[in-house]
């Protein structure tokens, strides 16, 4: 068989799964986006915090950006591993996992979208007498946006992908197509599962991308 | 009235103090002008008054209550606040910035629309064009202006003003300069103003204190400033040329002459001619129907082929504003080549006529 031939055969064998396994197919993608999502609203949430505290104590800032700097080097698998302690296997697991990636983009990014808001708009605004937080939540917040969007946006295209890994100890997801099709030789359910996620990802980076811009106070 | 005592700021406990011991006293409705070198205190002991820096020791009275009693914020609200780089809020838009104060107030919405438009007309900007504009699409001298407004929003009886036109042009700062102090002359609040330019501090100021190494070397008015000044350094400040540097604190309502010949563009050649020999300024100052200042006229144009003022009248873009110092008035002479002056009113109305010998005999009463 020529290399042609091999090509347009798993093309065939590919749409031919993805037409018998549609239902299949979009319960675990929806799966997928569910534990993305879970794991986003709980990173969001922290990372800013977090970013938020630190921008006001300097000397902390550093060793906290580091620390989840070095979560993120842990490979997935092991992550994952690591937790089992903590959450057992399944969806909570997979869940931690994600948030402890995400936080990092979103920590940094808070941090620094505030640190580089220009040194004369918070003097004027404490010179005038606004409360610290009013502050936080009219000038220093709105104004971090759009680098917090940025954040956000790579924790959810990242966090995508690395979602595939959870399917392993169970927290389900379109990676349970890739482990499967690994363990039973099945190409087509392989890259099913590694297409679906891609688009997943593109899609999320293209709304994200957008939502950005919207907020944005420079445009 | 603002009362500073024994005042001293020290950032570390071996550096010399960045203040050292200074007590001064600003009158209510004065503009005191902090004037000195980089590094003199001047900006410290601005920022001081509102808190945005605690002194080390020493005290300060507003209206005679020691203001380390008071809230800060319920402080700083008192106070109007412009900074060089204005720190203009870049998301929100020009009415929602200069509405800051009176937010923070919980003034009623109506009430604070109605205010942001008012000081708009106030600093000479379109409410129209400019209430729902971003600080971006706005020039220096523009957002600067916005800067002012935002400050005074809410009437605050004390104003800080730390090189509040610094950044600017020379033309522009002149321009603003003008406003600022016709503004002032209505308002009459009480204003510490800092600057590093001794002519901008004679032009403003009604004290002006000059500081060194976080001293006060000398707190007086600008005109014994310049006659007696205390000593050395404060000489090499001031710098030599006492008739020149009188020219910021004379304004041109004092020499103007207010009877200029005036003719409308559709006055015939012939009257103005008749004008012109009578006139002493050699000059016939064309308006329209509003007096708006709209051209001029002087003898050597009559030579040009016309019937009607219109034919044969120049445009002037070189007028002043009735606030403007001599010095104003004789930069503009000096970039037009010309030995006189329109002086018009904010709505560009002629008010008269300043001649370079008007000038020189206010520099000659001097000697």
Known sequence: MSLWENFVGGLTGLFDFMGR????????????????????????????????????????????????????????????????????????????ALTLYALLPIVRNTYT???AIEKAVLESAIGMGMKESVILFRIKLPLALPVIMAGIRTSVVMGIGIGAIAAYIGAGGLGILIFNGINWVNYPMVWTGAIFISIMAIIADLVLGWTENKMSWRT | MIRLENLTKKFTPTDPPAVDDLSLEIKEGETCVLVGPSGCGKTTTMKMINRLIEPTSGKIYINGEDSSKMDPIKLRLGIGYVIQEIGLFPHMNIAENIATVPRELKWPKEKIWKRVDELLETVGLEPEHFRNRKPKDLSGGQRQRIGVARSMAADPPIMLMDEPFGALDPITRAHLQNEFLRIQKRIKKTIIFVTHDIDEAIKMGDKIAIMRKGKLVQYDSPEDMLS?????????????????????????????????????????ISETKALLDKSKLGLVVITDEKKKVIGLVIPAYLKKEGEY???????TGATVGLGSTLNDALSVMLSSGQGYVIVVDEKERIEGVVTLNGIMGVLQDDD
């Open chain 1, 21 to 96: 396994r549609s239902d299949q197919i979009a319960e675990l993608t929806l799966e997928h986006f569910w534990l993305v999502l879970t794991a986003m609203i709980i990173a969001i949430a922290i990372g800013i915090t977090v970013g938020v505290l630190i921008s006001y104590w300097d000397p902390i800032a550093y060793p906290v950006i580091n620390v989840t700097q070095v979560i993120m080097t842990i490979p997935s698998i092991a992550m994952i591993a690591i937790l089992i302690p903590f959450f057992g296997i399944g969806f909570n697991n997979g869940v931690a």
């Open chain 1, 113 to 115: 979208g505030i640190r």
């Open chain 2, 228 to 268: 007696t000044p205390a000593n050395e350094f404060v000489v090499n400040l001031v710098g030599g040329n006492y008739s020149i540097k009188r020219l910021h604190l004379i304004r041109v309502d004092e020499i103007i002459d207010r009877s200029p010949f005036t003719a409308s563009p559709e006055g015939t």
């Open chain 2, 309 to 315: 003022n219109a034919d044969i009248m120049e445009e």
